[in-house]
């Protein structure tokens, strides 16, 4: 799979980016991938591998993510999502679809919901849900109190795949291999001492009122042993045009795990008539 990486100056810095396969500028359907909170565009390697035989797809790293340039100032959601269209414009792409897991979930609800003449349809995988920010607090505190150790200076330390799964197998795949876990090692080492960004951003915005504001398509992808599946439900209480699918035996990093599942559902999706 040859796979195009390149930079685009934004108002957060140079964005770095992967893409592959055709479409986009040529006319053909594109999408972006927006990864998790502390990940990168990396993560989701077996994801573009599935999608560029059929679609143009770029993913990208957000600032202080990746090799993207690092910013101190607290980044929003929509600061995301602005950086996701910078790089479709820096690409020649109009319009285009949108993929996130967990974080970057929201950043594509933000890209259908402040940019919504660029965007075609939205994927949505494992999305979190919070009722208010208590709840966001309970889910959020626990990766700050040990869950995702730090040394004295604050800089991340790297983690097993042992040590995952016996703290926090909710924020694993169900069978983690050591590429996986080298992968999400290099990026929390990327992020250093703001590995908290996407995650304070995730905290600040408000999901289940900005879902309600989508006007596209939209498919929820939810792992079987996800902790939000139970809020299936209340998903489609709040958007009447979000369709969702069960992903049988799955739970956290769908798009690296279960890439081939995730593809031929986002492949079907896109097909759909809008």
Not at 95 to 103: D, M, T, V
Not at 106 to 113: G, K, T, W
Not at 182 to 205: K, P, S, V
Not at 231 to 250: Q, T
Request: one cysteine or more; glycine letters at 8%.
């Amino acid at each position: 799979m040859d796979i195009e990486r390149g930079l685009v100056k934004t108002a957060y810095g140079y964005i770095h980016y992967r893409a592959a396969g055709a479409g986009g500028a040529a006319g053909g359907e594109a999408i972006v991938l927006l990864h998790m909170n502390q990940q990168s565009s990396a993560v989701y390697l077996e994801l573009i591998a599935e999608l560029a035989p059929h679609l143009r797809v770029v993913a990208i790293d957000y600032p202080s993510h990746g090799d993207s340039d690092h910013v101190d100032k607290q980044p929003s959601i929509g600061d995301y999502a602005q950086c996701a269209v910078a790089v479709a414009d820096a690409l020649g792409i109009a319009k285009f679809s949108a993929l996130g897991e967990a974080a970057g979930a929201a950043v594509a609800i933000d890209l259908a919901v402040s940019h919504a003449a660029r965007v075609n349809k939205i994927v949505l995988v494992n999305c979190p849900y919070y009722k208010d920010r208590n709840m966001a607090e309970s889910r959020h505190g626990p990766l700050k109190s040990g869950l995702r150790p730090e040394d004295a200076s604050g800089f991340p330390v790297t983690r097993t795949i042992e040590f995952l799964l016996s703290k926090d197998p909710g924020h694993a795949p169900m069978n983690p291999t050591q590429s996986w876990m080298d992968r999400i090692n290099t990026a929390q080492m990327e992020c250093g001492r703001h590995r908290w960004q996407a995650l304070d951003a995730l905290h600040d915005y408000d999901i289940a009122t900005n879902l309600q504001k989508v006007e596209r398509p939209i498919l929820l992808l939810i792992g079987e042993h996800f902790h939000y599946l139970q809020y299936r439900d209340e998903f489609h209480a709040r958007n009447k045009r979000l369709r969702s699918e069960v992903i049988a035996g799955a739970r956290l990093c769908m798009g690296w795990e279960r890439a081939v599942d995730i593809g031929g559902h986002v492949r079907a999706f896109l097909r759909e008539a809008a």
